[in-house]
């Protein structure tokens, strides 16, 4: 499917490895340029080099730690006015909620609630001058079924959850659509850190972790990175100008709803 993005340009945060490298390489795919970040710059630049090479577009790259303000700022001079934003960053750790002390609420909000808020309000106005634009936030899936040790991602996933319902209807007439995207369990470093919590807290295997994660997926498999990539690049597409403020989930099924 063509997706009427082409020459478009794209920041994709967190984006050298994972989830959003995943969404960056179906950007890249459908001839949109990058903006791509993380904070380590080997991957970073081996990612990049990967998707000039293998679909001719622009990516610049910059290394910076996206959830500090310093960090933000350095991404955003670099990025400039683009169409599309893709935010993301690493999770915060697994725990046990009465170990959780208000500092450790305050990182998990500045990185996976207020980094995404901040980057949304520095990219909006140029999309709404514009015309069009489009936001993905990669979520979580517990923000619909919360996970017990991630507590403090359930947390702060919940507040940007809040933030994009509203904000997401006031920028859709000026042809800025905002959608999020819950990943439920995917081959990533992150997943393989959540499988060694499995096999430590249970004394088991790594393959028994994953068939005991595995079982609850009725795709019976973890997603992967192109999987998650595909369904973030339709919402950023023209096809998905319609579908607006929703949560969308990339879970194999893992969710049991009927709606
Ligand atoms: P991942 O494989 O660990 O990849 C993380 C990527 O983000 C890397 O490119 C990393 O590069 C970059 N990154 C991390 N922190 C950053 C920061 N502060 N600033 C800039 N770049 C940063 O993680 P993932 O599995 O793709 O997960 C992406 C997000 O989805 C996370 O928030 C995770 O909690 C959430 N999620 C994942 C799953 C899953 O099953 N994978 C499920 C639900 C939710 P550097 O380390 O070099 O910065």
């Not at 303000?69 to 001079?77: F, I, K």
């Not at 993301?88 to 305050?106: K, L, M, S, T």
């Amino acid at each position: 499917m063509d997706l009427g993005i082409r020459g478009k340009r794209a920041l994709v945060c967190a984006g050298s490895k994972g989830l959003g490298r995943g969404c960056a390489e179906a950007l890249a795919e459908a001839g949109v340029d990058l903006v791509l970040n993380a904070r380590g710059t080997e991957a970073l630049e081996a990612a990049a080099t990967a998707m000039r090479d293998r679909f001719g577009v622009d990516v610049i790259t910059v290394a910076a730690d996206i959830t500090s303000p310093e960090g933000r700022a350095e991404v955003l001079a670099a990025a400039g006015a683009v169409d599309i934003l893709v935010t993301n960053a690493g999770g915060p750790p697994p725990g046990h909620w009465p170990d959780w002390e208000r500092e450790d609420f305050i990182r998990a909000l500045d990185a996976n609630m207020l980094t995404p808020i901040a980057l949304m309000k520095a990219l909006l106005p140029g999309m709404i001058d514009r015309g069009w634009g489009r936001v993905v936030n990669i979520t979580s899936a517990s923000v619909k079924s919360p996970i017990g040790v991630l507590g403090l991602s359930n947390s702060a996933r919940a507040g940007l959850t809040g933030y994009v319902a509203g904000t997401a209807r006031q920028v859709a007439p000026h042809g800025v659509i905002i959608n999020n995207l819950l990943p439920g369990i995917h081959d990533t470093d992150r997943a393989e850190a959540l499988d060694a919590g499995v096999m430590k807290a249970e004394n088991i295997t790594r393959e028994a972790a994953r068939a005991q994660r595995m079982a609850g997926i009725p795709a019976r498999r973890y997603g992967s990175p192109a999987d998650f990539g595909a369904a973030c690049a339709f919402l950023c597409s023209q096809q998905a100008a319609f579908i607006v403020g929703q949560n969308l989930l990339v879970d194999g099924g893992a969710f049991n709803s009927t709606l």
